[in-house]
């Protein structure tokens, strides 16, 4: 694990955290070591860290009390909610930590403006079947469903499988409430579409990662929900066949493409080996796969929208073989292949990770390029590539096969992610895709974006004067 020490740890005085207990009651804090453990280490096992006190408020007037007591004493704090950040970013490193996980109600649902109205440590799971339960659905979608929560993953700009049809969480988000870095509330939670009234206030907090405010509560946009979904999964030969079936399954579709996922064949592989009850639904090997999903508004002629751009697809030669799901159970199990991967990578072993988009169309081309960069500049990496291509972002990760690769992988780590990074920018994209910067990549956002940067610290000048919210993440 790795103990972030660019800034020296902050020594808390007892009486601030004397008046913070006192301000959110006894329920409101603790100093457990045992309550403490699991909200001070992050999900990759990659940094462990450290905290005074962890805060527990109850409701919106306490977050802000607990920031004001914090604000006036200069106190640095750093807020966090499912603890599934892949950058560090909400691991405390002797900040007071605040959760916001009893803040957990739906304040308002309304279905004839498309919205619901939900407080910040809402776990998304359970919004998505809230907005189910009202006919509506919420398609913000990904691997970390069960245990992330509305405020981190507005504060991280969440992506996830729905973004090609649905965009991201910062499409989702009509308006916010949070507790400004003073101890102020602001209250900008709006159901409506069309609101020009000057900068738009929320879209700075969204995916600031907590450098700006704590998010109490949002409103969020809801859609219809599909009346019919139907899924395919395929093997291919490559990635350029892999995109011109992205472009063919949505024109043939009209746009009913709601999620498009590739994985190479040895991530299949991994999650065989390493995910009990998962097996390759094909009959014979291929070099790629694609999980395809179509959202139809009505039953009838779904399924041979489906069959149309799949015969059409074999046609052109794009797709080698592929079976539908001829149920949800089976659906279900396309996609525990797809979304098992992280795990399994777990399980494989150490891994450089970056999560990284480039524009759909030159996909094919980076992967390869940067894949053979990596080849000539550490021979025993393998390159495992996959996600969500059909809205331009993969995980381009490096794994080593054995242990003797793997200790070699961790040695030549920053030569293999500059090496990526640099391709990265020759094609356009971006660093962070959808993850964040956290504390992983805020030296390597500060090299490749420099305006960028100096036009974030001002803002974050502007709002957190004292620099007290999230210090050590995204600008640090
Ligand atoms: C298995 C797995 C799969 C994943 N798949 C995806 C994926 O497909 N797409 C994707 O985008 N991400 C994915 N992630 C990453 C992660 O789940 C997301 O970044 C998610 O948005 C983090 O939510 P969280 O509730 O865990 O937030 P945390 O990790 O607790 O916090 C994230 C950031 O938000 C800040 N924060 C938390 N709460 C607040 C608040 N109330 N106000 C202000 N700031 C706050 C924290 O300080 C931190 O900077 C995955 C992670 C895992 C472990």
Redesign the pocket.
């Given at each position: 694990m790795t103990a972030v020490q660019p800034v020296p740890a902050q020594t808390v005085p007892a009486t601030i955290i004397e008046a913070l207990k006192s301000a959110l009651g006894p329920k409101g804090w603790s100093q457990d070591e045992h309550e403490l453990a699991p909200h001070i280490a992050?999900?990759?096992g990659r940094y462990q860290g450290s905290t005074p006190i962890l805060l527990k408020p109850a409701n919106t007037a306490e977050v802000a009390a607990a920031v004001k007591i914090c604000s006036d004493a200069g106190i640095a704090i750093?807020?966090?909610?499912?603890?599934?950040?892949?950058?560090g970013?909400?691991t405390p490193q002797g900040e007071v930590l605040?959760?916001?996980k009893r803040m957990n109600a739906v304040r308002e649902i309304d279905p004839d403006n498309d919205s619901m109205t939900v407080e910040?440590?809402c776990?998304?799971e359970s919004l998505q079947n809230t907005a189910a339960d009202a006919d509506r659905l919420f398609p913000l979608?990904?691997?970390?469903?069960g245990?992330?929560?509305?405020?981190?993953?507005?504060?991280?700009?969440?992506?996830?499988?729905h973004v090609l049809r649905y965009g991201?969480?910062r499409e989702l988000v009509l308006g916010l409430e949070?507790v400004l870095p003073d101890g102020t509330i602001w209250s900008g939670l709006t159901g409506l579409r069309k609101d020009n009234t000057g900068y738009d206030l929320k879209q700075l907090?969204i995916g600031?990662?907590?450098?700006?405010?704590?998010?109490?509560a949002a409103t969020l946009k809801l859609f219809p929900r599909p009346a019919k979904m139907e899924l395919a999964f395929c093997g291919l030969n490559s990635v350029e066949d892999a995109v011109s079936f992205l472009s063919l399954a949505k024109r043939v579709s009209g746009g009913a493409v709601t999620a498009f996922e590739i994985m190479p064949r040895l991530a299949l592989e991994f999650v065989c080996a390493f995910v009990p009850g998962t097996r390759d639904p094909l009959e014979s090997p291929h070099p790629w796969y694609v999980v395809c999903e179509m959202s139809f508004g009505r039953t009838d002629g779904a399924r041979e929208t489906l069959e149309d751009a799949l015969g059409q697809a074999f046609e052109a030669e794009l797709v080698q073989d592929a079976v539908i799901a001829e149920n949800e159970s089976q659906a279900l199990d396309f996609w525990r292949l797809r979304?098992s991967i992280?795990?399994a990578e777990r399980g494989q072993g150490k891994a450089i990770k970056h999560?990284i988009s480039i524009p759909v169309s030159k996909m094919a081309a980076f992967i390869d390029l940067a894949s053979a960069r990596i080849k000539a500049i550490f021979p025993d990496g393998v390159v495992v590539a996959f996600?969500?291509v059909g809205d331009g972002n993969v995980h381009f990760n490096v794994v080593g096969l054995d242990e003797a690769a793997q200790t070699a992988l961790m040695a030549n780590g920053a030569a293999i992610s500059a090496c990526v990074y640099d391709t990265v920018d020759e094609f356009g994209g971006s660093i962070s895709?959808?993850?964040?910067i956290?504390i992983l990549k805020r030296e390597e956002l500060a090299t490749r974006k420099p305006v960028d940067v100096a036009v974030m610290r001002a803002i974050k000048q502007a709002l957190d004067p004292k620099g007290i919210?999230?210090p050590r993440?995204?600008l640090g």
């Open positions: 992050d999900w990759r750093t807020p966090q909610a499912g603890n599934t950040s892949l950058c970013a909400s605040i959760t916001l910040a440590g776990v998304l979608s990904l691997g970390s469903q245990t992330a929560m509305i405020g981190g993953l507005v504060s991280t700009n969440a992506g996830g499988v991201m969480t949070a907090l600031a990662e907590g450098t700006l405010g704590i998010i109490t979304e992280a795990l999560d996600g969500h895709a959808e993850h964040g956290g919210m999230n993440v995204l």
